[in-house]
């Protein structure tokens, strides 16, 4: 119970994080933080962890982000996932999706 898995993802390109989705197949769900990991230090998007249910939409309908979210050339941004099943074992782990939704920043695009 209560498994953590965390991944990281570097930008090549800014990057416009516009809106979040995901899938957890365990009813008990999951929590989630996102990191941003700058050149200056590192900054929670959220508090706190919080229950995917709240800020996660689905994979075609997925929750737009209160604000667009920009992530410069050389930073990151890493995913905590805390799993709250009580069954999930590694024989039959949940199956759990978070899918960021985002585009490339371009000068043209800036400029628009």
Sequence with gaps: AYQAQDWAYSFQAPWLLVSLAGYDSDPAGFLLQIVHHTRQGRRQLFHRPTPASA????GT????????????????LSIEVRNL??????????NIWVALHGMTVTEQAAAS
């Design 61 to 76: 309908k997925p929750l737009p982000s209160r604000r667009p979210y920009l992530v410069d050339v050389g930073e990151s």
């Design 55 to 58: 800020i996660l939409g689905l």
């Design 85 to 94: 099943s009580s069954v999930a074992t590694a024989a039959a782990p949940s």
